[in-house]
């Protein structure tokens, strides 16, 4: 079993910056890929950024540029820099993590952009 805790979540204006972080622990032996997802009321979920144990990123279009996901495999955590955001990026954010073909998820961190 694996246990992911987000934090870093919470109100900021428009063009302000948040970073969120989510510490895995338990059974991490073999964590792959880590990442983010997150979904806005009335909205599926979506993928924002994920990165690989070896570092390789991807970023949804709507945030490149403004976002930057890293991780520190000693730390079995992974962060999620948040620059110029938006009220479009408001949402509850979520961290997964991929073990030997199973996906675990946190529980979710809100991120609300006031316009």
């Known amino acids: 079993q694996v246990r992911l805790v987000e934090s870093g979540g919470g109100l900021v204006q428009a063009g302000g910056s948040l970073r969120l972080s989510c510490a895995a622990s338990?059974?991490?032996?073999?964590?792959?890929?880590m990442g983010w997802y997150r979904q806005a009321p009335g909205k599926q979920r979506e993928l924002v950024a994920d990165?690989?144990?070896?570092?390789?990123?991807k970023y949804a279009d709507s945030v490149k540029g403004r976002f930057t996901i890293s991780r520190d495999n000693a730390k079995n955590t992974v962060y999620l820099q948040m620059n110029s955001l938006k009220p479009e990026d408001t949402a509850v954010y979520y961290c997964n993590a991929d073990r030997v073909g199973f996906r675990y998820w946190g529980q979710g961190t809100q991120v609300t952009v006031s316009s």
């Open positions: 990165i690989t144990r070896g570092g390789s990123t």
């Open positions: 338990g059974y991490i032996v073999s964590i792959g890929a």
